[in-house]
């Protein structure tokens, strides 16, 4: 039995208390289950350990935005410490947590040959004694010549698994998932990317209070889930506007970010507000998810030259060049956020061992590709 208890108005805007008694059904305690919407309290017992100190902000000297006049800075994911660098360990956190609470820790995803994402969960798992087992994307003699990225998940005690292409695309289906579980023993599965929920909650804590107190005009993040730049969102409050770089080509970023902040707060309305303060650059892709073209390495090498920060291709120098290209604009066309004398804060998401792709053999690469 369920007891509800409701508040319900009359015509005439006063409220009054009913108490609802339902047989037979339970609803399901997801909801109430989430963590806290306080970037500063998103640690529990289990993931504290696990999550490393917030990211350091560096004051960035890069030509565009000295030209443009505006004051960029840059949160430097890419540097932390521990197993999981860059944005993955916030997406993780609360994946880590729901694994131990099993009989027997375990964690299974999914990625493809390149995948930051499996990497850091295979890192994170070896770190604190969790079972990993991870779904690639390919054929099971693909993986005869393992990449770099799936040698390191071997090397901290992943299972491997490939599967075909069709199969892969059913990964969020029921029966497959279920078929996993009787497979595995059981494991707590974590989304590609771990593009949900608790990705997105956990995402929040890359927010600090200090971004609350004194705002920044823009925030600029790479997606691909959209998991971190819905937390991002959510934690802003509206206090700066975000921009949002899509990795995707042929996907609205916009649609992927709000999707995944009302699955958040089941609220689509509150998920309506929060999308007022953020723009989807839907063509910062580059040509495609894991493209990287001629144009794209010289603008790589020249950043690093520069400022000495290295980027990965898939994500940060994306997103990075399209900023590059709305700062080449005159102040006036560009999105108010953007303008001359903006304060401007950049994530540096991480994924620079995938930036290994590019010293892989072709003929040992044939039939693979990158992964969030």
């Not at 729901?98 to 820790?105: E, I, K, L, N, Y």
């Not at 898939?314 to 005159?330: D, E, F, G, I, R």
Request: net charge neutral.
């Amino acid at each position: 039995m369920t007891t509800l208890e409701v508040i319900l108005f009359r015509e005439d805007n006063k409220a009054f208390r009913a108490v609802i008694k339902i047989f037979g059904v339970q609803i399901a305690p997801h909801v109430a289950n989430l963590p806290p919407m306080n970037p500063s309290s998103h640690t529990s017992p289990c993931s504290s350990a696990f999550l490393p100190p917030h990211p350091s902000t560096d004051r960035v000297n890069w030509t565009p935005a000295v030209d443009a006049g505006v004051e960029f800075h840059m949160r430097r994911l890419d540097a932390v410490p521990g197993p999981a660098p860059g944005n993955k360990a916030w997406k993780l956190q609360f994946h880590v947590e729901r694994a131990q609470r099993m009989r027997h820790p375990a964690m299974l995803t999914f990625g493809g040959a390149w995948s930051n994402h499996l990497h850091a969960t295979a890192a994170t798992g070896h770190a604190l004694g969790i079972r990993t087992i991870g779904v690639v994307r390919a054929e099971a003699h693909e993986l005869k010549n393992l990449t770099p990225t799936l040698q390191d998940c071997v090397n901290w005690g992943m299972k491997l698994v490939p599967v075909s292409r069709a199969e892969y695309r059913e990964k969020h289906l029921p029966f497959f998932k279920a078929w996993l579980r009787d497979q595995f023993d059981n494991p707590w599965i974590v989304p590609e990317g771990a593009g949900d929920a608790l990705g997105t909650m956990g995402c929040q804590g890359l927010v600090s209070a200090d971004d609350l107190q004194q705002p920044w005009e823009a925030l600029i993040v790479s997606a691909g889930t959209g998991a971190t730049a819905a937390g991002l969102a959510i934690a802003l409050r509206g206090q700066s506007h975000l921009f949002v770089g899509n990795a995707l080509k042929g996907v609205d970023m916009g649609c992927l970010v709000r999707d995944c902040v009302e699955n958040a707060l089941v609220d689509g309305q509150w998920a309506s507000e929060i999308m007022e303060n953020v723009t989807a650059w839907n063509d910062a892709h580059q040509g495609g998810f894991g493209k990287v073209n001629a144009k794209l390495m010289d603008f790589m090498q020249q950043f690093q030259s520069e400022t000495g920060i290295e980027l990965d291709s898939v994500y940060t120098s994306k997103s990075l060049m399209k900023l590059q290209s709305v700062l080449s604009l005159p102040s006036a066309q560009r999105p108010s956020p953007l303008q001359t004398g903006s304060r401007i804060l950049f994530f540096h998401t991480g994924g620079i061992q995938g930036n290994r792709s590019k010293a892989f053999a072709p003929d040992k690469n044939a039939g693979y590709e990158p992964s969030s």
